[in-house]
C-alpha cells in the first residue's frame, strides 16, 4: 500500500495499519454485491494502478488505529485486558533465612497469599494472576504447563508457615530492636517510632516519635498567637504580622524615643 502525503510525495509505512485493518476486520470491507470472497476497499480511499500493481491511499482518508474502532464504525475494538494491580510477595528483613520453597518463583520473595499449582510449585497469588494469559490460562514458570483456575488452590499450610516466621522491623537499620512474627509485622510498622513518616502539613520526613514534637515546635505551618493582639495565624506568616500588620505592636518615637503602640 503506497501512501500520497499532502505534500506530493509517497510514503509505504503507514499502509500497513490500513492493510492490517481491511485483512482482520473482513466484513467491513467485504464487497456486499456478490457472493465473492474478495475484498472491496472504499472507493474514496484507493486508486489501483494495475502498470505497477499498487493500491494508493490518500493519507488523511486512512482510517484510525484499531484501537479507536467502536460500534459506530461497525468494528468492536478490542477490549483492554483487566489485569491486577502487582503486589508481590513479602520483601522484609527476616531472622533467619526463609527456606528456598516458600519462595516465589516470579518474584522470588516469601511467597504472599502463596498458592499452589497442580504441578505442585508455590506462587503468590498476585504473582500469578498478573502472568494470566489474554486467553485467561496460566502458564507455571518452573515447567511451563498450561493452567486452568481449577489447577490452582489456596496453600494454607504453607501461609500459615510463612505468617509465624520472624522478622525484624522494617526500622531496624535507624535504631528499633523489636522482633515480630510476619502476621504481626503491620501492626508494629503502624506505630514504631522509628519509622519514618512525613508531616502532613509541611512534608518535611521524621521519625514517628518526633512528630508530636514537630506539630508544636517547628512545623512552619503550626498555629501561633501573636503576643501583642492575640491573633492567630500560621507560624510563617508571623513576622510579616509583625512588621506589617499588628498595630498593637509597640514602636518608638524616632524624634522623642518614647515607646507607644502602632495604632
Known amino acids: 500500500v503506497v501512501i500520497n502525503r499532502a505534500d506530493g510525495r509517497s510514503e509505504g509505512r503507514v499502509g500497513l495499519q490500513f492493510a492490517a485493518a481491511a485483512l482482520r476486520f473482513s466484513t467491513i470491507f467485504h464487497n456486499q454485491s456478490d457472493d465473492s470472497d474478495e475484498f472491496n476497499l472504499p472507493a474514496l480511499l484507493m486508486d489501483y494502478d494495475e502498470s505497477d500493481d499498487e493500491v494508493h491511499v490518500d493519507d488523511a482518508s486512512l482510517p484510525p488505529p484499531l484501537s479507536e474502532y467502536d460500534d459506530a464504525n461497525c468494528i468492536l475494538a478490542p477490549a483492554p485486558l483487566s489485569q491486577p494491580s502487582f503486589v508481590g510477595g513479602y520483601d522484609e528483613i527476616f531472622v533467619d533465612a526463609p527456606d528456598d520453597e516458600l519462595k516465589c518463583p516470579i518474584c522470588l520473595l516469601v511467597a504472599r497469599s502463596p498458592v499452589q499449582t497442580r504441578c505442585a510449585h508455590l506462587?503468590?497469588?498476585s504473582c500469578l494472576d498478573n502472568s494470566r494469559k489474554p486467553n485467561g490460562t496460566l502458564e507455571c514458570s518452573i515447567d511451563r504447563r498450561t493452567l486452568h483456575d481449577s489447577d490452582v488452590?489456596?496453600?494454607t499450610r504453607a501461609e500459615r508457615k510463612i505468617l509465624q516466621l520472624k522478622v525484624k522491623c522494617r526500622a531496624s537499620n535507624a535504631?528499633?530492636?523489636?522482633?515480630?512474627?510476619?502476621?504481626?509485622?503491620?501492626?508494629h510498622v503502624e506505630d514504631c517510632g522509628f519509622i519514618e513518616i512525613c508531616c502532613?502539613?509541611?512534608e518535611e520526613e521524621m521519625q514517628r516519635a518526633r512528630l508530636d514534637e514537630h506539630l508544636k515546635n517547628q512545623c512552619r505551618y503550626r498555629t501561633v498567637g501573636c503576643s501583642h493582639c492575640s491573633q492567630e495565624m500560621q507560624f510563617q506568616d508571623l513576622q510579616n504580622h509583625l512588621d506589617?500588620?499588628?498595630?498593637?505592636?509597640?514602636v518608638s518615637c524616632p524624634l522623642c524615643d518614647q515607646t507607644d503602640r502602632k495604632s
Open 123 to 125: 506462587f503468590c497469588k
Open 153 to 155: 488452590f489456596p496453600d
Open 175 to 187: 535504631g528499633c530492636k523489636v522482633i515480630t512474627e510476619l502476621q504481626d509485622n503491620e501492626n
Open 200 to 202: 502532613d502539613d509541611c
Open 244 to 250: 506589617e500588620d499588628c498595630q498593637l505592636i509597640p
